[in-house]
Nanobody, 121 residues
C-alpha cells in the first residue's frame, strides 16, 4: 500500500483544515487507515483510524468531537477534517495503513510522507 498525504498548512486557533491521504496498491478491504501525528522530541501518536471495509472509526481522546475521519472508497482517499484547531494540534501528520485496529505506530504497516499542520494562537 502506498499513501500520499496532503492538505497541511498554517491556520489560526479555532480554524479548520482538511487533510487528504490518497491510497494506492490496496489489495484487501481489511486494512484500517489511520492518521498519526508527531511533534519534535515526542513519540508519534495515534489520532484517528477508519476501517476500509465498514467505515468504523476510532479517535484519540484529545481530538474527539473536533476531528472527523472519513473515507471515499471510490476515490481511494481518506480524509481528516480538523475543526476547532488548537495550538497543541501543531504537528506533522502522517497517514498510515494497518492490518487491524492499532493505536501504536508500531502496528502500522505502510506510511505516507508527513504533512505539516501549524496552528497559531
Amino acid at each position: 500500500v502506498q499513501l500520499q498525504a496532503s492538505g497541511g498548512g498554517l491556520v489560526q486557533a479555532g480554524g479548520s483544515l482538511r487533510l487528504s491521504c490518497l491510497v494506492s496498491g490496496l489489495t484487501t478491504s481489511d486494512n484500517v487507515m489511520n492518521w498519526f501525528r508527531q511533534t519534535p522530541g515526542k513519540e508519534r501518536e495515534f489520532v484517528a483510524g477508519i476501517s476500509w471495509r465498514n467505515g468504523v472509526k476510532r479517535y484519540a481522546d484529545s481530538v474527539k468531537g473536533r476531528f472527523t475521519i472519513s473515507r471515499v472508497s471510490a476515490e481511494y482517499t481518506v480524509y481528516l477534517q480538523m475543526n476547532s484547531l488548537k495550538p497543541e494540534d501543531t504537528a506533522v501528520y502522517y497517514c498510515a495503513s494497518s492490518s487491524g485496529v492499532v493505536t501504536s505506530p508500531l502496528g502500522a504497516v505502510s506510511w505516507g510522507q508527513g504533512t505539516q499542520v501549524t496552528v497559531s494562537s
